[in-house]
């Protein structure tokens, strides 16, 4: 879980700075610096894919996952889930103060909900890699700065269920690590630096892409290296 815990300490050191900063942090260092997180994130994405014995494997693994995806509305849904959760947050902390509120609901909406929270905190399980992780860090790092500032206290307390999501997420996945082969993971991880890139490229602003609906492409790929296995063709 290092990876989740590098993320909570940059969400609760980007919002003390935040609150200490006010507005006095210029908004083109931040297009900066996330210009700058973004093509690293492709850059990893990348270096993940060259892991692959297979392309075809990660080519297929994507087709199939993104058809299920979009069959599944998953981009949609994903959507739809946090305008219900800012919906039922908001109702239930009224008393806390709007302003706290409005802080903790977007901010924890903004750091948990999407792809790379999912695909970092699977790769810190299986592989104990948490560099995807800590990129992410850096992101809700930088976001909660400029939040905080304008929003306040309420998006360092954005910090627990950050913790509870992705740790959740990555307990999971290292405890599905022992029925996984490794080729299996080697093309998971492969697929997984598709993914990769196309948020980085997302984050870069070149054009929006659905990378939520591709997500089942994760489960395929080692599917598909059990059934070749299977068959008696080594991957």
């Known amino acids: 879980m290092i990876g989740t815990l590098i993320n909570v300490g940059a969400v609760i050191t980007g919002s003390l700075l935040g609150l200490l900063l006010g507005s006095r942090f210029p908004a ?12 690293f994130t492709i850059g990893l994405g990348i270096q993940m894919f060259l892991e ?21 509305g998953l981009e949609d849904k994903l959507h739809s889930l946090g305008a219900r959760l800012e919906g039922l947050l908001t109702r239930t902390g009224g008393g806390l103060g709007s302003r706290f509120v409005q802080g903790f609901v977007a901010s924890s909406l903004l750091f948990c909900v999407g792809p790379i929270a999912i695909l970092g905190s699977i790769q810190d399980g299986l592989l104990g890699d948490y560099r995807l992780l800590a990129t992410k860090g850096l992101m809700d ?19 627990i269920p ?22 299996m993971i080697q093309e998971l991880t492969a697929t997984g ?24 492409a994760l489960l395929v790929a080692p599917l598909l290296v059990w059934i070749l296995r299977l068959m008696g063709i080594r991957v």
């Open 52 to 72: 692959t014995e297979n392309a075809m494997l990660v080519l297929v693994s994507l087709l199939v996952g993104g058809l299920v995806g979009e069959v599944a």
């Open 141 to 159: 790092g930088i976001a909660s700065v400029t939040l905080a500032s304008t929003l306040g206290v309420g998006v360092m307390a954005s910090a």
């Open 162 to 183: 950050l913790l509870a999501y992705q740790g959740a997420i990555t307990l999971l996945a290292h405890w599905a690590q022992a029925s996984l082969l490794p080729s």
């Open 28 to 39: 083109r260092i931040k297009q900066t610096l996330m210009a700058a997180i973004a093509l």
């Open 193 to 216: 630096g598709v993914l990769l890139a196309a948020i980085g490229i997302t984050l870069l602003e070149v054009r929006p892409l659905r990378t939520a609906s591709l997500l089942p």
